[in-house]
């Protein structure tokens, strides 16, 4: 079975000539296939620009990047973000929109699948809804929930569309320890039970329990790769 | 559960092909549905870019009125006119200001088989005494051969035997009000003297033709009547002639036949011809269509200015939103969709209430002006055409801002 992500020889840059500055260095990185790996590091490491590059946001410079089995180096744009539909994202900030429900939020990741019907779209949306508890909140909108119950929708939205990959940046960063803790158990046991792999961008020591393996980069390196023991001890 | 066991399945493959997106139309709707649900949202800028572009819908209604109403009312003394054919003095720029060309052309025509006959018309403009205040005004004298029946006003019939007699004229009741109130006292004592020049005239009834730019009220009379009023026309020059033909006669080939029979001094006009040739002195000698025509054109850039200023807030305050659908696969052209969707539900919500608005202005303008400002299912039409280009383009520049809903910045 091969590999939704699979990295190798990664190298980026920003900027032009004098200005160029390199964030990625020859990156290696597997994820294996229901595996949760965290990407830690000092802000600057490049970990958010790997991310990036894997969520196919950003076009490939140099070395190869394979994501559910799609060479990503001189993929095209519509490739690209076609791709994007069998992965989930999950950001700092919930990005839910406030004019719609919570369960239409969901509904969103749905609506690019053309054999979907609307309602079927939404009874989706409210079971995934409840399997992150929030079958009751399915009618609101986003400003009449708490932050971790946002960041829970986010949660099912990513997941809705059965992705064989999760991608998260910090998705605790702005909630308290204990919704924190809860949003990153619910995405890990939803990711499992639908064997979705998930890279995880994370500073934030409270979760680290939740790995499978954790990779520690510094100046666009990985300077460590190991099971979650190893990594933190 | 076995749902849930296939979904696994398919997701172990790990390059599960993506699922087909739906079709054009399909997402077309989906992009309007979600534009809708953004506009609805939030009430009260929904309201206010449903107001600019009324506001922009009633600027062009009333400007392109504005700009109809005068070539529309220049033709009303020749579209009163019933008769086939005319001849005219080529030189003659417009009905108000004529050029005389001779009697015996009148005379000339009526060699020509399928005329049945010809009337010279007489055209003057003069001053009438308001019959109540005393003030004078100008009003166009048509003077005819009122027996002949071959112009054919409405309400002439009638007055034929009353015109008969020295000195009486008929009034057109449709004239503007600073003549007096002509017409009420005439329904109230029968005939009565008025003065127009320099003679006392009698009013003995009343006809219908309506103001126009050259004139403001006017008065047919016979052209004995005519001639004793405007002492300085030679009866031998006429203005016009209208020619009635014979029954069953063809318009095009009578036409021809006068065409060739008449020397070049005159000119055959159907009368659909006179009245181009009329309004084509309005709409050429005259700024009026340029004026109003660049006034449509502001209305529509300020409606414009409106509707993107509204669209483009509506992005900019949701970059980040935007951003993360683009992230789940929404493409640019799909977001470009729900923005086009909103400035076309704008142009339907303005345009609906901008129509009906400008439908009563133009009721409220015409009774104070007597210009001719009617709603026409076309001008509708095209008025529509125009918001919904407006509202199409503040859309098209206000998608640019969408670039900047970048999801790689989302981290």
């Known amino acids: ?42 802000s600057g490491s ?44 999950i950001f700092q900030n919930h990005n839910l929109l406030g004019f719609l429900s919570a369960r239409q939020n969901v509904a969103m990741a749905l609506e690019l699948d053309g054999g979907t019907t609307d309602r079927g779209r939404l009874e989706r949306a409210g079971e995934m809804l409840a399997s992150v508890g929030l079958a009751e909140h399915a009618e ?48 890990r046991d939803l990711a499992r039970s639908r064997g979705a792999a998930i890279l995880l961008v994370t500073h934030d020591p409270r979760i680290l329990d939740v790995a499978d393996r954790i990779v520690a980069m510094e100046d666009g390196r990985v300077v460590a790769d190991g099971a979650a023991r190893a990594v933190v001890g | ?64 009125g504005f700009r109809a109403a005068p070539f529309e009312s220049a033709t009303t003394l020749i579209g009163a006119m019933r008769a086939d054919l005319f001849l005219m003095n080529p030189m003659t720029l417009a009905s108000f200001r004529p050029e005389p060309m001779a009697r015996v052309r009148v005379s000339q025509a009526l060699g020509v088989e399928a005329v049945q006959a010809a009337v010279p018309v007489y055209l003057a403009q003069s001053s009438f005494r308001n019959p109540e205040t005393g003030r004078r005004r100008t009003i166009q004298l048509v003077g005819f051969d009122v027996e002949a029946g071959v112009l054919d006003l409405p309400g002439l019939a009638p007055l034929r035997d ?14 503007r009000p600073e003549f007096g109130p002509v017409t009420q006292m005439f329904q109230e004592r029968g005939a009565y003297p008025v003065q127009i020049g320099n003679r006392e005239m009698r009013v003995v009834g009343t006809i219908e033709m309506g103001t126009s730019f050259g004139a403001d009220g006017n008065a047919v009379l016979p052209e004995v009547n005519f001639q004793r009023v405007v002492r300085e026309q030679p009866a031998v020059m006429v203005d016009l002639a209208a020619i009635r033909l014979k029954p069953g006669a063809d318009l095009l080939q009578a036409q021809a036949a006068l065409r060739a029979v008449l020397p070049p001094d005159v000119a055959v006009l159907t009368q659909a011809q006179l009245r181009a040739h ?83 202005l133009y009721g409220v303008v015409a009774d104070a002006t007597f210009l001719p400002l009617h709603m026409t299912g076309g001008r509708a039409l095209a008025v529509f055409g125009m918001i919904f280009a407006m509202c199409a383009a503040a859309g098209l520049l206000a998608m640019r801002k969408l670039r900047d809903a970048n999801p790689a910045d989302m981290f």
């Not at chain 2, 009026?288 to 483009?312: A, D, R």
């Open chain 1, 140 to 187: 609101k909108r986003p400003g009449q929930l708490s932050g971790g119950q946002r960041q829970r929708v986010a949660v099912a939205r990513a997941l809705v569309g059965s992705p064989g990959l999760v991608l998260a940046d910090e998705p605790t960063a702005a909630l308290d320890k204990a919704s924190g803790q809860e949003v990153v158990h619910l995405l």
């Open chain 2, 1 to 64: 559960m076995n749902a849930i066991t296939d979904l696994r399945g398919r997701v172990r493959d790990g390059a599960r092909e993506a699922a087909r997106p739906p079709g054009l139309l399909a997402a077309s709707g989906l992009a309007l549905r979600l534009a809708w649900r953004q506009l609805w949202s939030e009430k009260a800028r929904l309201a206010s870019a449903i107001a600019g572009v009324m506001f922009a819908c009633v600027l062009v209604f009333m400007q392109l």
């Open chain 1, 1 to 42: 079975m091969m590999n939704p992500v699979e990295i190798s020889d990664l190298t980026y840059a920003y900027g032009e000539g004098v200005l160029r500055r390199e964030v990625l260095r020859d990156v290696d990185l597997r994820v294996a296939p229901g595996e949760i790996v965290l990407l830690t590091g000092p």
């Open chain 2, 278 to 360: 009329e309004r084509r002195y309005w709409e050429e000698g005259t700024p009026i269509g340029f004026i109003f025509t660049f006034g449509s054109l502001m209305g529509l850039i300020v409606g414009m200015v409106i509707v993107y200023q509204i669209l483009f807030s509506d992005i900019a305050g949701h970059l980040k939103e935007y951003a993360t659908l683009k992230a789940m696969g929404y493409s640019n052209g799909h977001l470009s969709r729900v923005v086009l969707g909103a400035a076309v539900v704008l142009a339907f919500l303005g345009f609906v209430p901008g129509v009906v608005a400008s439908a009563v």
């Open chain 2, 162 to 175: 009353a015109l008969k007699q020295p000195d009486s004229f008929a009034f057109d009741s449709r004239s």
């Open chain 1, 46 to 89: 490049g970990k958010t620009t790997l991310l990036t590059l894997a969520g196919a946001l950003r076009a490939v410079q140099q070395g190869s990047c394979r994501v559910l089995g799609r060479e990503l180096a001189g993929a095209r744009e519509a490739d690209r973000v076609a791709l994007r539909r069998n992965i989930g994202f």
